[in-house]
């Protein structure tokens, strides 16, 4: 099942790079996936392929918003402030992908290099081309749906299907 969710990898140039939320566990620290995805973000920018980066999430139950710890975090890692931005409105995937686009697409942004895990990124993929853009999938660095030991296999399942539950209710939004 896990299988179904991947996404082939496309890194290539684009307008943007997005990276979205993926958990922050106090007012400053990002959660492993979120940690994760900031710093693929932060490479992908490094290596040229575009020249704004996008973090996104909101405050999520905490005392500040996520995306403004991402992007401390891209600047102080060496990424200019100039090539920043901050969505700070959303609260899950489907307003990260509103949101980045009514903050993106008025500056002509209509390529992204998404940033997420591997098995979020279909459910991620479909919202953000529903809001518009051309989406080449950049997964973080977790790269294996493989799990061996038996408490990795339950994280899985749990994973695959959190995924498929929320897919389907976003295919059900879309319907009412």
Known sequence: LADRLIVPERIEAADAIVVLAGGIEDSRTLS???LQRTIQGIRLYRRG???TSVFSGGKAGQDVEEAEVMAALAAELGV???AIWVER???????EAIEVARLARPKGVRRI?????RLHMKRARIAFERAGFEVLAASDLTKSS???APEARLL?????LQEMF???YYWLRERV
């Open 146 to 148: 493989g799990a061996r």
């Open 113 to 117: 290099l998404l940033v997420t895990d």
């Open 80 to 82: 200019p402030n100039t």
């Open 49 to 51: 392929l575009a020249p």
């Open 156 to 160: 899985l399942m749990r994973q695959v």
């Open 166 to 168: 929320a897919s389907l």
């Open 32 to 34: 492993p996936a979120s």
């Open 89 to 95: 409105r959303s609260n899950d995937t489907w307003t």
